[in-house]
């Protein structure tokens, strides 16, 4: 039997490393960085405190042991003294002035109140400090997007006031940025810090990585992954950005830095790909060459300066405007060397095929239609450390139109709009626009067509899951024996909080009933993603910097052995995949998910997100691809419609997607909210067959977004149309509380009968299903093959703490109680139990307890639900009488983890009572 031993200081260490790696410094005026050993700091803005791991939402929501704030971690620095005097200051204001959480999902603000600082209180910390830093936060997530205005993309008054004011008494100021995207710059143009980092959201270690920085013990070498403009109306997406229905993508292919250094280089504050050092490197081209269709390129880096540090050499191709236009530069390949001492050289060999110059053309402009093809022309390689600064290293030149690739129109527009496209003039690039090439196929003709071959039904011959494992019978044989009932039952999903995996988890898929699993077939279990485990009932885990933060690394094999590590844990907590990378593209920077995702630019997307599938398929465990394609705001996701042209889907969008399925060997992936071309993802037949699968080659599963909504063209969404999602190859429906039940009352049964769906279609993604399961952790459990058993070592809580698989629940009918006779209430305590109901819904939840003390005393107690504060109860002293108190609570799963903080002790808890008010038809939301 295999063992697996996940050691918490390798993680800790490598987690450590990409926070430093991914930090960007983007200015660094008179040495102010690194900071002198035996300096005094001074530290200015509360996220010296309130540090922001990450963003909010799903992917944030990853149950720490501790977070390193920076304060906590340049107080561990020896090398340097924080100045005191000003600290107090700060610890007081804070004190009065508490971090404000929000209330509930998506409801925190994006930033905190900043102390407004006097001039002489920033004068004394000069007279008294060596540097100054200052720390600005902010947050964002899941639901809500950004805002151009002060305290989210903006600064605030106080903000700005703050720099202002420390920029003048200081010689020496850091800005230190811990936000999850990025932000409006023109205050470093205005107010002229001496040094700027970008640190992002750095999870539990993210302080210290970041003063490992600040010291100079690791040289930075993040580089940015998106471009940063002048103002946010520069970017081209921000006039189509945060319409409740539609977002035109009129900018086309020409998005971030493609866009900038076509037609708008004086807008660029900061280049993509852009990031200083405390080290000098000097690179040359030693050898470009091509032979037989792939151009090598020899890079030879050296470091000229006086310090160790790694550099990341950047290749960018121009291509010939030919009929289809071309943005002026598109990332081809990027490499950063391993760690050069001062005079140290390493020469990155780059094998470059030139397919990967190819266009796709969308139109029949190039006598192609539906094809990749190279235009004819030079594509000059530039090659560089940021996309600005890259120079001409190669010229590759074709002599005649090649056709790279043979394709077919899919997910075209439907709804005419007209793009953005370049053209070359006298003067260089110039802005035209064109009419987007609509669709010309009949989809839902092509689909009827394409349908699989029927197969009969042939009752149970004793074949079980374990019989296809070992070979004995072809899985569709298998397959063929379930009813129908069961396929109808294998596409849903089971979840959050489905009490046949990891208690506290997002979903279970595949054996998620009785008789699921009476055929042998497990429950698998996802769990979010993509920041490390999310599990709602309290379980600790790892949180992992974010996604903005590991592309800045520009790191592979960085990102390959931390998410060996997160493999390791996922396996330790019983999580077949997890529910990440984030892929989406950073289309504007207004959208609240960003943190999530990587980059503008689709090369580096999915070269992140090959490195983390790499790192998890190591140890047998994957990740879920999402979200699958063109999820780019979170303003009405449920209901938004990208329109976009088939080109940029291909050549942006769905490129990350592309490479991660083909090269990463991706086995999950999740569809959107929202839709695409006037269809809802979750059944975008294009999308999710021909593309994916078809062209692709793909042959995992594909599941919804939690309780997406479905469609079929022209009509509108709902939740209940499984037979078109099954139709799509969408096999998952996400997530239902008992899905033998059918609570949603899907269509899946009905439309077998109406001849709406085939029993081929229901086995096919069956098999998809299988398939995935087959090839999981959870099938070696039941097969026997291993047992589970991660052994943890290393410092650490993650050691200590195991894990309850087996959470009992109480069930409670509507308006019965449970007793809370015997629970802990002392200062601090916490009590966790799970309650599974009939029906989802509000519900009123009475507390009775009684206290002997005075009736001043305040014994607050706080009711989370799946881990989401939902009510405080302070009561007060009752001498002795039995008193209750009653708050509306929303549970929205049958199967619930509560638990209860005691503040402050004193309490005796008799029991608490449910009474459903109203309940949740999941149907009809
Ligand atoms: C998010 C997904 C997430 C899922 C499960 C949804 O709200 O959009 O990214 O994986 O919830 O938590």
């Given amino acids: ?273 852009f990031g200083l050092s405390y080290t000098d490197f000097a690179h040359e081209v030693v050898k470009a060459a091509e032979d037989g269709g792939v151009i090598t390129l020899e890079v030879a880096v050296r470091n000229a300066g006086k310090r160790s540090g790694k550099e990341v050499v950047q290749v960018y191709v121009e291509k010939p405007q030919g009929a289809l236009g071309n943005p002026a530069r598109a990332l081809v390949a990027f490499e950063k060397t391993m760690l050069l001492e001062a005079g140290e050289r390493e020469t990155l060999v780059f094998k470059i095929p030139v397919t990967e110059f190819a266009s796709y053309d969308d139109s029949g402009a190039t006598g192609h239609k539906s094809s990749y093809v190279l235009e004819v022309g030079t594509y000059r390689l530039h090659v560089g450390t940021d996309v600005r600064s890259a120079s001409p290293a190669f010229d590759y030149t074709v002599d005649a139109l090649r056709v790279i690739e043979t394709l077919s129109e899919n997910m075209a527009p439907v709804e005419p709009f007209a793009r953005m496209k370049a053209t070359l003039g006298e003067e260089g690039y110039e802005l035209a626009y064109e009419d987007v090439p609509l669709r010309t196929i009949d989809v839902k003709e092509r689909c009827a067509n394409e349908l699989p071959a029927d197969r009969a039904y042939t009752g149970d011959r004793g074949f079980r899951l374990a019989d296809v494992h070992h070979g004995k019978v072809e899985l569709d044989v298998f397959l063929d024996q379930l009813t129908d009932e069961d396929l109808a039952c294998i596409v849903r999903g089971q979840g959050m909080n489905s009490p046949r995996v990891t208690p506290g988890t997002a979903g279970a898929f595949g054996g998620v009933s009785d008789d699921l699993e009476a055929w042998g077939i497990p429950a698998a279990c996802c769990a979010d993603g993509p920041s490390g485990i999310r599990m709602d009932i309290g379980t600790k885990a790892f949180s992992l910097p974010n996604g903005t933060l590991l592309a800045s690394t520009f790191n592979l094999s960085l990102m390959e052995d931390l998410f060996e590590m997160t493999g390791l844990e996922l396996r330790k907590n019983r999580v077949d995949t997890l529910l990440g990378p984030g892929m989406n593209i950073h289309r504007n920077p207004l959208n609240g998910r960003n943190f999530e995702y990587f980059s503008e630019d689709p090369h580096l997307t999915g070269r992140m997100a090959i490195a983390q599938l790499r790192g998890m398929h190591r140890v047998g465990v994957t990740g879920t691809l999402k979200h699958f394609s063109a999820n780019n705001q979170e303003f009405h996701r449920h209901d938004i419609d990208s329109v976009v042209s088939e080109r940029a889907l291909r050549e942006i969008y769905l490129k990350g997607f592309e490479m991660a399925v083909k090269e990463g060997e991706a086995r999950s992936i999740m569809t959107t909210y929202g839709a695409v071309n006037g269809v809802w993802t979750a059944g975008l037949y294009d999308q999710n067959t021909r593309i994916l699968r078809g062209e692709w080659g793909f042959d995992g599963i594909v599941m919804t977004d939690w309780w997406a909504k479905i469609n079929r063209e022209g009509e509108a969404a709902n939740k209940y149309d499984t037979a078109s999602m099954v139709r799509s190859q969408n096999d998952l429906y996400m997530v239902i509380s008992q899905p033998d039940a059918n609570p949603f009352e899907d269509n899946t049964i009905a439309s077998l009968a109406e001849g709406e769906l085939t029993r081929a279609e229901l086995l096919r993604s069956a098999a998809n299903i299988c398939r995935f399961i087959l090839q999981a952790p959870v099938m070696e459990r039941t097969l026997g093959l291993h047992d589970g058993a991660v052994e943890v070592i290393g410092q650490g809580e993650a050691s200590e703490e195991d894990l309850d698989f087996d959470v009992a629940y109480q069930h409670v009918d509507d308006g019965g109680s449970i007793s809370l006779r015997d629970v802990d209430t002392s200062t601090g305590s916490t009590h966790v139990f799970a309650i599974s109901i009939d029906q989802p819904g509000m519900y009123e939840v009475t507390v009775t307890a009684r206290s002997h003390a005075g009736e001043l005393a305040q014994m607050p107690v706080t009711l989370f639900a799946n881990n989401t504060p939902s009510a405080t109860f302070t009561f007060n002293g009752s001498g002795g009488e039995l008193v209750t108190q009653s708050a509306q609570v929303f549970f929205l799963n049958q199967h619930n983890y509560l638990s209860l903080f005691f503040a402050l002790g004193g309490l005796e808890v008799e029991d608490m009572t449910f009474k459903l008010s109203d309940s949740f038809h999941m149907k009809n939301v």
């Fill in 1 to 273: 039997m295999k063992k697996y031993t996940l050691d918490w200081n390798t993680y800790t260490e490598l987690a450590r490393t990409a926070v430093a790696e991914g930090a960007v410094l983007l200015k660094n005026d008179k040495e102010t960085l690194p900071i002198a050993p035996g300096a005094t700091v001074a530290v200015f803005g509360r996220s010296q405190f309130n540090y922001y791991k990450s963003g909010t939402g799903s992917g944030g929501m990853v149950n720490v042991s501790y977070v390193t704030s920076p304060l906590d971690a340049l107080k561990e620095c020896a090398d340097l003294q924080v100045n005191e005097s000003l600290l107090k200051v700060y610890e007081e204001w804070v004190e009065k002035n508490p971090f404000d959480k929000g209330e509930g999902w998506a409801g925190e603000p994006w930033s905190q109140v900043e102390m407004a600082v006097t001039d002489s209180l920033v004068e004394e910390a000069a007279s008294a400090s060596d540097v100054a830093l200052i720390l600005i936060g902010r947050t964002a997530g899941e639901d809500r997007d950004n805002t151009a205005d002060p305290g989210s993309y903006l600064l605030t008054d106080i903000e700005e006031e703050l720099i202002k004011k420390v920029t003048k008494a200081f010689a020496k100021t850091v800005v230190i940025l811990n936000v999850g995207n990025i932000i409006d710059m023109k205050w470093a143009t205005d107010y002229s810090p001496s040094a700027i980092l970008y640190s992002w959201q750095g999870g539990m270690e993210g302080g210290s990585g970041l003063v490992d920085v600040l010291t100079g013990k690791i040289t930075p070498s993040g580089k940015l992954p998106d471009t940063i403009a002048r103002s946010i109306d520069a970017y081209p997406s921000t006039k189509n950005f945060g319409d409740a229905d539609k977002g035109i993508y009129q900018e086309d292919i020409y998005v971030g830095y493609r866009y900038f250094e076509t037609f708008a280089k004086g807008q660029v504050l900061y280049p993509f790909g």
